[in-house]
């Protein structure tokens, strides 16, 4: 129903098949396994109809659960988990999923808004190939040999420091933090880029190193379910678990990441990738709209937010920038 590798097969039933009726199981629908579930039925042709769609992924208690669930849903349309939709629209969202709950609104959306891969750079970051040798939290080496606020790459030839801020994802935290890491960056990253096996083979992937110290965007590829995204000042690396987004300019960075931690944006990438591992494709596709009206307003609010959960996270001695327990 979501996954990439089957976009092709959905596209194709679209075109050629219609899809008559499904039922979306619960996780644990099956006592065997705890695995998406759904089954359905086509019709061998194209016919332009609505389908019939029964979401059961909240009722949990196996399959007599889901069995009864399904024959209240065929006597009472207004059940609320009983949907009719028509899967011409499925095409119009990207990665073509089986969205049948979705509304008219929400299609509009992918339709009128731009992409944020078109008004945005998403890029991965780096990988090291060993990060118990490249990698180290910061409290582990000596403060002085670390490079703060570095603004390019050319200022690590001469400076002296080895060690420089990395971004690595981290669990849930929005708006700011999750600054734990630095990483062997010295000289510009000599040691990384040049770290082979004996057959001279590169084994780490250093990519994207232009957009090092930028002010960026960063969250974590796997998530617990809720989606979060940090702002990230110059200064830093990024690792290829923490995803990142860059713009030139910065009011729209700050915009970007109002969405990017809006229920609304929680909503699509329930659509385009309900699982806990979100790729960077699935940002990329997300659906950006612009309003000059209320772009001061939201900026403003971004803003606060990221200076609340920069007090927060530099309460604690986790935080390079501890000064002391706010409560002492």
Known sequence: MFIKSYEALRNHIYSNRTIETLIQFEYSAFEEATVPICTFALKNSKQEKKGCYLRLTDFRGGMEVQRQKTLEAISNHDCGFYFEASQDNFSKIPGSPVAYWVGEAFVRDFIVGDRLCKVCETKKGLATSDNNRFL????EVCLDSIGFNVKSNSETVNNGY??????????????????????????????IKNYRDASEKLLSRPQNTQYNF????????????????????NGFLFDDAATICYHKNEDELLWTLGFLNSKCCQNILNVLNPTINIQIGDIGNLPILHDETRKDIVTN????????????????????????CPLI
């Open 301 to 324: 609010i971004v803003e606060e937010n990221i200076a609340l959960s920069k007090t927060d996270w530099d309460s604690f001695e986790t935080s390079w920038d501890f000064k002391g």
């Open 136 to 139: 180290k939290l910061w409290f």
């Open 162 to 191: 080895k060690w420089y801020p990395h971004h690595k994802g981290g669990e849930y935290r929005r708006w700011y933090g999750n600054q734990e890491y630095v990483i062997n960056w010295k000289s510009d990253g000599y040691e």
């Open 214 to 233: 930028s002010k960026a965007l960063t969250w974590s590829k796997i998530t617990s379910s809720i989606f979060s995204a940090r702002f990230s000042e």
